[in-house]
């Protein structure tokens, strides 16, 4: 299955848990984001509220990682990853 973009998750009108539950089976999570987190990328142009969900995967499995929901989401943490790594390249 593919990841939809923010449009078509709107209109196809599935909750984060539902889409959660179907691009990321087996996978512990929880539709709630730690707000350290959320203020961070907030701050940085993007609003994860609606596109992500905290993810306990076999990499991250104690502290979590988020989990894109959707095209836009996964590209923009794509930015923000690489934008942390230019950072601590510096």
């Given at each position: 299955?593919?990841?939809?973009?923010?449009?078509?998750?709107?209109?196809?009108e599935?909750?984060?848990?539902?889409?959660?539950?179907?691009?990321?089976?087996?996978?512990?999570?929880?539709?709630?984001?730690?707000?350290?987190?959320?203020?961070?990328?907030?701050?940085?142009?993007?609003?994860?509220?609606?596109?992500?969900?905290?993810?306990?995967t076999p990499?991250?499995?104690?502290?979590?990682?988020?989990?894109?929901?959707?095209?836009?989401?996964?590209?923009?943490?794509?930015?923000?990853?690489?934008?942390?790594?230019?950072?601590?390249?510096?």
């Open positions: 299955m593919r990841m939809p973009t923010d449009k078509q998750a709107a209109e196809l599935f909750t984060k848990d539902e889409l959660a539950k179907l691009l990321y089976p087996g996978i512990t999570y929880d539709v709630a984001l730690p707000q350290q987190w959320v203020d961070e990328v907030t701050n940085e142009h993007f609003d994860p509220r609606h596109c992500v969900v905290w993810g306990y990499r991250q499995p104690i502290y979590g990682e988020p989990l894109a929901l959707t095209q836009d989401a996964y590209r923009s943490l794509l930015f923000q990853a690489h934008a942390k790594r230019k950072e601590r390249e510096s």
